[in-house]
């Protein structure tokens, strides 16, 4: 079976700052995801991406960016840090877009102070 | 993607049978339904999928009615390891490639 491996698991940042979020998968799987989670509310796609190099905007992308150097590796940037914010940012992989079945990551928790 | 309906929370005893009810009228003919569970501080695991035919693994069955506008998740002897939240969802296979995930089930287990 693969992993799905995602660093930080904890991340604090400070108002304004710009943060990275890193994913790596080892089941050789063609699609990458970045779900955003809000406590009370069901997980918003922010960005996924079909192949390497390639990048697809979901429903949240504005305030990120996103980049698939590696078919294996999928990273997220948030842009401008906003001041308390608290969420968890959850990366998955899917074989494909011919599967909904995706695998996740434990995700990583993002505090803003 | 269609939209899923289901019960905010459930709660259920350690050996008992659940019954974890999904509405979905709008559902199109080309649309799975997918069934997702989630622990705290874990991400979405998948737990099964079907178009028409009940289908069942060694996690739980999936009964789907015959109009498909409704799905039951059936879980046999649950424990408290399958306290977590159920999400329904609907997807087109081979066409986008996104899940929509809403609010789901709790499912609570007593002792």
Known sequence: GGIITQTPKFLIGQEGQKL???????FNHDTMYWYRQDSGKGLRLIYYSITENDLQKGDLSEGYDASREKKSSFSLTVTSAQKNEMAVFLCASSIGGVTGQLYFGEGSKLTVL | DAKTTQ??????????????????????????????????????????????????????FLAIASDRKSSTLILTHVS???????????????????????????????P
């Open chain 1, 20 to 26: 990275t979020l890193k994913c790596q998968q080892n």
């Open chain 2, 7 to 60: 019960p905010d929370s459930m709660e259920s005893t350690e050996g008992e049978t659940v019954h974890l009810p999904c509405s979905h009228a709008t559902i199109s003919g080309n649309e799975y339904i997918y069934w997702y569970r989630q622990v705290p501080l874990q991400g979405p695991e998948y737990v099964t999928h079907g178009l028409q035919q009940n289908t069942t693994n060694s996690m739980a």
């Open chain 2, 80 to 110: 408290l390891r399958d306290a977590a939240v159920y999400h329904c969802i609907l997807r087109v296979d081979g066409n986008t490639r996104k899940l929509i995930f809403g609010l789901g089930t709790t499912l609570q287990v007593q």
